[in-house]
């Protein structure tokens, strides 16, 4: 697993939250990341259950401060059982250091020692730097489009827009995921390109301009849901020096085997 590693805050570890204690810090973290109401938090019993039905609740550790979370639940679909990581969370002080994708290997190495292929989780596809993170950094593939998935929530990060997401399919032990990891993604034709400019955080920080990002949001919709339904894969993820975002899709070949 996931041992200590060294950065500019000291050492941080990555492990399994074991106490009520470090699952009471996830909650807490949750609350400061997103900043719902308590209506919409994850309660505490769903963590403590997680852990005990087969799920995962990964935590990062600097000394005892709980800096990032990871919170998978096991699911089933059409007979073949997976995980759903269901949340991830890193501290504002901690991001853009690589935490989150460490984590989300921890969650990986353990699917794996436990018999899983599979894992899942949704995104919102107007969050550029998780798209970017799940598929370029994780080698994660969408290929389902849910619009308006929890309905409208109290945390100011989505704006007052709709919970659209994309359900982001991680098979770990495919030949594709090897190679992303490795730093040597398999090239493919893309066929469509989709941009998400960076200004949309702005537009949805402020009522003035939430028009915009809501029209952003409907016309990726049309075109993500059109391209999926004709077949295509989000297979790749582009940002510029500005940091704007770029959907790309092509075709799945059979070679990276899931």
């Known amino acids: 697993m996931s041992g200590p590693s060294t950065g500019a805050n000291g050492a941080v570890t990555v492990r399994k939250c074991e106490t009520l204690q470090e699952m009471q810090a996830c909650v807490a973290l949750q609350k400061e990341v997103w900043k719902f109401a308590d209506a919409d ?12 039905i087969g799920g995962q609740v990964v935590g990062a550790f600097l000394a005892s401060e709980l800096i990032g979370f990871a919170l998978a639940i096991p699911a089933t679909r059409n007979g ?9 969370a890193v ?22 020692a436990r018999g899983f292929d599979l894992m899942e989780w949704t995104f919102d596809p107007l969050e550029i730097k998780n798209a970017y993170l799940n598929i370029e950094k994780l080698g994660a593939i969408a290929r389902r489009y ?5 309905g409208i929530t109290s945390s100011p990060l989505q704006g007052g827009l709709p919970t659209d997401r994309l ?92």
């Open 41 to 52: 938090l994850i309660p505490l019993r769903m963590f403590v259950a997680a852990a005990k």
């Open 80 to 88: 073949h059982c997976y995980l759903h990581s269901q949340m991830l």
């Open 91 to 112: 501290g504002q002080q901690h991001r853009n250091s690589g935490l989150g994708r460490r984590i989300k290997l921890h969650q990986r190495e353990d699917a794996l």
């Open 146 to 150: 849910n619009v308006d998935q929890y």
């Open 167 to 258: 359900v982001a399919e991680w098979w770990m032990r495919s030949k594709r995921v090897e190679a992303v990891l490795a730093g040597t993604p398999p090239a493919f034709e893309c066929r469509v390109r989709i941009d998400v400019p960076v200004e949309i955080y702005a537009w949805k920080a402020e009522a003035a301009t939430r028009a915009k990002a809501l029209a952003v949001q409907e016309r990726n919709r049309v075109m993500l849901s059109e391209a999926l339904a004709d077949g295509l894969v989000v297979l790749g993820y582009e940002r510029d020096d500005r940091g704007n975002g770029l959907f790309l899709l092509g075709d799945w070949d059979e070679k990276w085997e899931y």
